[in-house]
């Protein structure tokens, strides 16, 4: 036969469909005479169930030795409505097939009764009545029936009600089996507290344990980091002479790695091993990752060298936490190695690991060596998954390298992957970093059918509105809520501040009264946008409404707010709101005091308020502070300016100023502007006493200064006297003492002067009023006014 059907293939086609179709026959009829059998043992069983002593009849019948789940199920269904309503008929026959040893069955009806809705104590009180009405001692009841009711609703996840029957039924002793069973699910769903409750009371009628509920125990202590329990559990039950298994070996040294206890941990592999255990994978697995968080990675690589000695193979997953914990602390060349001696082992090439190297390049700023791990994974046959392009974008968008990300980005959908919102929305960001915002916008209405993240639309607007263009700025806001999408605070801010820049006062008010409404509350930015838009129209009385609005919603400015409202307030001159507002600011201690009277001082001066700022200035005095070099050079050039330059000098002395030569130099050229020569001379002096150094603008307004008041004798001895300090005198300050001499007749000295200035190669200018002309103020290097 067999050489027939070598020589004619067709012909051992035939033969095998033929057999193929006498198969399906057969299997066929089996199942029409199984029906048929189950079908005719339901009319039986019906029967006999509406027969008077059904409870009699039955278990002596042959009908239990036949029965099958099948059978139960077709019964249920034809008699479902009555389940509840004669429980106790459903009880009986539940007890009478357990009785046979028809568990399956038996589980079929008790299912049948927690469909119902019928609570687990009335369940199980049914149950307990029916025992004790229907069995004495002497009968042949088999007491399975009450585990069976507890598994049952174990099984269908009615922990809660299982483990209120075992709390609340004192007689019931569960098997060992469902006990474990019992306590290995509370553990799964996290039921600690139940888990406790159950292994107390179980444990009174037990009075042993095995062991899977000891490392069960050890597993519900180590899930709360309870480790010193863990590890009492442990010694317990070597004590009471049950030998921990591989699985209760997981479990502690899992444990106690997870709590950073690797030492004992290794401790524990030790003492498996001495009793002729054998550390599996998993263990391994768990020693390894225990090592590298507690960047212990040359331990680490000693589990992989042991694994080889014990004849075991790592998986990628060990690869990968090693190259994982290399990568997070900085040392790609190690996790690299460890990449390459997975490539050499039996694990091979493996995408999970290389994404997790260009992960750690990635964030780590490390794009070139990120695009070298690339080209190796294609050459290696690697293909990239939707994560490794995922990654390649976010850190080409990072680096502002937006031709690679969109490089990556087109392959990745040659490749037809197709770009979820997130990938999206990294490159509109990136697009906003270099500020390519129309680019960006495209690409937003691109992703139109995408759920972009609100954050996007929030740093997308963020940007456009501090472009100043308003128009994009609503018509992102727009296409933000045309999505759906609900803006928050901070969208509303960027669009309210772009309106208030453009002084669009009535549309940024319309915009806060619609975020109002959807029970959004204005934050310091769109308050700080509405004082300066109000300010920049002049219109001074709103923006202080607001500013006080603002701090009745417990809201403060910001610096620039606060400037600008000191400023506008000050070039008013309505010092009332100026002095109102800067006594708030103070108050509320947004900045250091020093800080908050600077800005105000800064307004004061900036708008001639000296009145107010020598007021200003005895309160800050008496407050001890010291005002910088820079404010003390404002309010005393502001004095000056005016005229009162010996208030200047009174207000220099009296106050706590940290003065600089700039600011003697500006009083210098005040006191000499007003006539009063001699307190210029005091002041020149003074200078010195200070220890401060003269410049080449002090020495310049000094000289300058004598010269307009004749005083060639105390000019000539300043320019002597910077000369032997080789200090460099340039020929405007030579031109003007020898105008000097030609006004108050000294001929003689202008020639000594002359021959002196054409010696340093200075040319003589011809006579003119150099003290008068403005043009010709001391700043030419030695005068700085």
Same mark, same amino acid.
């Given at each position: 036969?067999?050489?027939?059907?070598?020589?004619?293939?067709?012909?051992?086609?035939?033969?095998?469909?033929?057999?193929?179709?006498?198969?399906?026959?057969?299997?066929?009829?089996?199942?029409?005479?199984?029906?048929?059998?189950?079908?005719?043992?339901?009319?039986?069983?019906? *029967?006999?169930?509406?027969s008077d002593n059904w409870e009699s009849t039955l278990p002596v019948s042959h009908v239990p030795g036949k029965l099958n789940p099948h059978v139960i199920q077709l019964l249920l269904r034809e008699n479902q409505a009555s389940i509840q309503s004669n429980s106790k008929t459903t009880t009986l026959f539940?007890?009478?097939?357990?009785?046979?040893?028809?568990?399956?069955?038996?589980?079929?009806?008790?299912?049948?009764?927690?469909?119902?809705?019928?609570?687990?104590?009335?369940?199980?009180?049914?149950?307990?009545?029916?025992?004790?009405?229907?069995?004495?001692?002497?009968?042949?009841?088999?007491?399975?029936?009450?585990?069976?009711?507890?598994?049952?609703?174990?099984?269908?996840?009615?922990?809660?009600?299982?483990?209120?029957?075992?709390?609340?039924?004192?007689?019931?002793?569960?098997?060992?089996?469902?006990?474990?069973?019992?306590?290995?699910?509370?553990?799964?769903?996290?039921?600690?507290?139940?888990?406790?409750?159950?292994?107390?009371?179980?444990?009174?009628?037990?009075?042993?344990?095995?062991?899977?509920?000891?490392?069960?125990?050890?597993?519900?202590?180590?899930?709360?980091?309870?480790?010193?329990?863990?590890?009492?559990?442990?010694?317990?039950?070597?004590?009471?002479?049950?030998?921990?298994?591989?699985?209760?070996?997981?479990?502690?040294?899992? %444990?106690?790695?997870?709590?950073?206890?690797?030492?004992?941990?290794?401790?524990? =592999?030790?003492?498996?091993?001495?009793?002729?255990?054998?550390?599996?994978?998993?263990?391994?697995?768990?020693? $390894?990752?225990?090592?590298?968080?507690?960047?212990?990675?040359?331990?680490?690589?000693?589990?992989? =060298?042991?694994?080889?000695?014990?004849?075991? @193979?790592?998986?990628?997953?060990?690869?990968?936490?090693?190259?994982?914990?290399?990568?997070?602390?900085?040392?790609?060349?190690?996790?690299?190695?460890?990449?390459?001696?997975?490539?050499?082992?039996?694990?091979?090439?493996?995408?999970?690991?290389?994404?997790?190297?260009?992960?750690?390049?990635?964030?780590?700023?490390?794009?070139?060596?990120?695009?070298?791990?690339?080209?190796?994974?294609?050459?290696?046959?690697?293909?990239?998954?939707?994560?490794?392009?995922?990654?390649?974008?976010?850190?080409?968008?990072?680096?502002?390298?937006?031709?690679?990300?969109?490089?990556?980005?087109?392959?990745?959908?040659?490749?037809?992957?197709?770009?979820?919102?997130?990938?999206?929305?990294?490159?509109?960001?990136?697009?906003?970093?270099?500020?390519?915002?129309?680019?960006?916008?495209? $690409?937003?209405?691109?992703?139109?059918?995408?759920?972009?993240?609100?954050?996007?639309?929030?740093?997308?607007? *963020?940007?456009?509105?501090?472009?100043?263009?308003?128009?994009?700025?609503?018509?992102?806001?727009?296409?933000?809520?045309?999505?759906?999408?609900?803006?928050?605070?901070?969208?509303?801010?960027?669009?309210?501040?772009?309106?208030?820049?453009?002084? =669009?006062?009535?549309?940024?008010?319309?915009?806060?009264?619609?975020?109002?409404?959807?029970?959004?509350?204005?934050?310091?930015?769109?308050?700080?946008?509405?004082?300066?838009?109000?300010?920049?129209?002049?219109?001074?009385?709103?923006?202080?409404?607001?500013?006080?609005?603002?701090?009745?919603?417990?809201?403060?400015?910001?610096?620039?707010?606060?400037?600008?409202?000191?400023?506008?307030?000050?070039?008013?001159?309505?010092?009332?709101?100026?002095?109102?507002?800067?006594?708030?600011?103070?108050?509320?201690?947004?900045? *250091?005091?020093?800080?908050?009277?600077?800005?105000?001082?800064? %307004?004061?001066?900036?708008?001639?308020?000296?009145?107010?700022?020598?007021?200003?200035?005895?309160?800050?005095?008496?407050? %001890?502070?010291?005002?910088?070099?820079?404010?003390?050079?404002?309010?005393?050039?502001?004095?000056?300016?005016?005229?009162?330059?010996?208030?200047?000098?009174?207000?220099?002395?009296?106050?706590?100023?940290?003065?600089?030569?700039?600011?003697?130099?500006?009083?210098?050229?005040?006191?000499?502007?007003?006539?009063?020569?001699?307190?210029?001379?005091?002041?020149?002096?003074?200078?010195?006493? =200070?220890?401060?150094?003269?410049? @080449?603008?002090?020495?310049?307004?000094?000289?300058?200064?004598?010269?307009?008041?004749?005083?060639?004798?105390?000019?000539?001895?300043?320019?002597?006297?910077?000369?032997?300090?080789?200090?460099?005198?340039?020929?405007?300050?030579?031109?003007?003492?020898?105008?000097?001499?030609?006004?108050?007749?000294?001929?003689?000295?202008?020639?000594?002067?002359?021959?002196?200035?054409?010696?340093?190669?200075?040319?003589?200018?011809?006579?003119? @009023?150099?003290?008068?002309?403005?043009?010709?103020?001391?700043?030419?290097?030695?005068? %700085?006014?």
């Open positions: 036969m067999r050489k027939i059907l070598l020589k004619n293939p067709k012909y051992s086609s035939s033969v095998h469909q033929n057999a193929i179709k006498r198969s399906i026959s057969s299997s066929s009829t089996l199942i029409s005479t199984s029906t048929k059998q189950n079908h005719r043992l339901l009319t039986e069983i019906k *029967s006999i169930l509406q539940a007890i009478t097939l357990c009785n046979s040893n028809l568990y399956g069955c038996v589980s079929l009806v008790i299912d049948a009764m927690i469909t119902t809705g019928l609570s687990p104590i009335t369940i199980w009180d049914s149950f307990v009545s029916c025992y004790n009405e229907k069995f004495d001692l002497h009968s042949n009841l088999n007491p399975k029936v009450f585990e069976v009711i507890v598994d049952r609703f174990r099984v269908k996840g009615l922990l809660d009600e299982a483990g209120e029957i075992l709390l609340r039924n004192d007689k019931f002793v569960p098997s060992p089996l469902f006990f474990s069973s019992f306590l290995k699910d509370l553990i799964n769903v996290k039921k600690l507290e139940l888990f406790w409750k159950v292994c107390e009371v179980v444990l009174k009628k037990i009075g042993s344990l095995d062991v899977y509920v000891y490392t069960n125990m050890i597993k519900a202590h180590c899930m709360v980091g309870n480790v010193e329990n863990a590890k009492k559990v442990f010694l317990e039950m070597g004590e009471k002479g049950c030998n921990p298994n591989l699985v209760t070996y997981n479990v502690i040294i899992h %444990g106690l790695c997870k709590s950073g206890r690797i030492n004992e941990a290794i401790e524990i =592999k030790k003492n498996m091993i001495n009793k002729g255990l054998v550390p599996n994978v998993f263990i391994y697995n768990t020693l $390894l990752h225990g090592y590298c968080r507690k960047k212990r990675f040359e331990d680490a690589k000693m589990i992989l =060298k042991e694994m080889s000695d014990m004849g075991l @193979d790592p998986d990628f997953v060990m690869y990968n936490a090693l190259v994982n914990g290399f990568m997070s602390n900085g040392d790609v060349d190690s996790a690299l190695r460890v990449k390459d001696k997975m490539i050499g082992s039996c694990v091979g090439p493996n995408l999970v690991v290389y994404n997790t190297i260009l992960h750690g390049l990635c964030k780590g700023h490390m794009m070139e060596k990120a695009n070298e791990v690339v080209n190796e994974m294609n050459k290696k046959g690697v293909k990239p998954d939707f994560r490794t392009f995922s990654l390649l974008i976010e850190g080409y968008c990072k680096e502002r390298q937006m031709v690679d990300a969109f490089r990556v980005f087109e392959e990745m959908k040659r490749v037809d992957l197709e770009p979820n919102a997130r990938i999206y929305g990294v490159l509109i960001i990136g697009l906003c970093h270099i500020r390519d915002l129309e680019k960006a916008y495209t $690409l937003l209405k691109d992703a139109k059918n995408l759920e972009i993240d609100d954050m996007v639309y929030e740093v997308l607007l *963020s940007y456009v509105s501090k472009e100043n263009d308003y128009e994009n700025t609503i018509r992102v806001f727009e296409a933000m809520k045309e999505e759906g999408k609900k803006p928050n605070v901070f969208c509303y801010a960027s669009v309210i501040g772009s309106l208030c820049r453009e002084k =669009k006062m009535v549309e940024a008010r319309s915009l806060m009264d619609e975020m109002i409404e959807n029970d959004l509350e204005p934050n310091a930015c769109i308050f700080g946008a509405f004082i300066k838009g109000y300010c920049n129209l002049s219109e001074l009385k709103i923006a202080n409404k607001y500013f006080y609005t603002m701090i009745g919603h417990g809201l403060v400015p910001n610096i620039e707010t606060y400037k600008v409202l000191m400023e506008e307030n000050c070039k008013n001159g309505d010092l009332i709101d100026t002095f109102s507002i800067f006594r708030c600011m103070l108050s509320k201690k947004v900045f *250091s005091e020093i800080y908050t009277y600077k800005i105000f001082l800064d %307004g004061l001066i900036k708008y001639g308020k000296l009145e107010a700022v020598s007021r200003v200035l005895v309160e800050f005095k008496n407050k %001890g502070f010291v005002l910088d070099v820079s404010l003390c050079n404002s309010v005393v050039l502001s004095l000056c300016k005016k005229g009162k330059v010996l208030e200047a000098w009174k207000l220099l002395e009296g106050t706590r100023f940290s003065s600089s030569i700039h600011t003697y130099n500006v009083l210098l050229k005040g006191f000499f502007k007003i006539g009063d020569k001699e307190r210029a001379k005091d002041l020149f002096d003074e200078i010195k006493e =200070k220890s401060l150094s003269p410049d @080449d603008v002090t020495n310049g307004t000094m000289i300058i200064g004598l010269c307009k008041f004749k005083d060639l004798d105390t000019a000539c001895g300043l320019l002597n006297e910077m000369v032997e300090k080789g200090v460099l005198v340039n020929s405007f300050l030579y031109n003007a003492l020898v105008e000097c001499c030609y006004k108050i007749g000294d001929l003689e000295k202008a020639k000594e002067l002359s021959r002196e200035m054409t010696k340093k190669g200075f040319v003589l200018s011809s006579r003119f @009023d150099l003290l008068t002309s403005k043009d010709q103020e001391p700043e030419r290097s030695q005068m %700085g006014m």
